[in-house]
């Protein structure tokens, strides 16, 4: 009776471990570190950024070419002149400040709503990778702490960090 008792455990036993759910981690850092699609994001990002900030510049130096030319010329103006002239350059600088921080402003919500977009896809793509795969659970370890530790067996980092990348490649060639 003992013996059939060990036996019947002995086969629970092994039949619970066949039942486990598979699981793996990835580590988030990396993938949004190394993945195409954050990259071409970030690319996207420095040009509008390099964009912005080369008009700006430019206007810039046009407000202060004319403040200098203001400054050379000041001595021999009216005072009445010069006073008008000055609050016409102050205004002119409130204009040109207010509209930087309107068009970053604007960019950086145009930045933002993208990188949401290349997060979305991201947990998208697990939720598919997660069901082709078989995977019950895929857990995402970060420096925040969700997971501390994981068998480096079960990190599919670099696996999926290449499928993500391969799916990046088959969207950007349709377009």
Known sequence: MKKLLLVLAGIALMSACQNAPKTAFVQTDKIFKEYKGVKAQEAVFKEKQAAFTKKYDSIVKDWQNVVKDFQQKVAKMSPKKAKQMDQML??????????????????????????????KNVYDFFDEYGKKNGYEYIYGKNNSGSMMYGNTK????????????????KVKEKK
Do not use: G, H, P
């Open 90 to 119: 102050y205004q002119r600088q409130q204009q040109i400040q207010q509209m930087q921080q309107q068009e970053s402003a604007a960019l950086s919500a145009e930045m933002q709503k993208k990188t949401d977009s290349v997060i």
């Open 154 to 169: 079960n990190d599919i980092t670099d696996e999926v960090l290449k499928a993500l990348d391969a799916a990046f490649d």
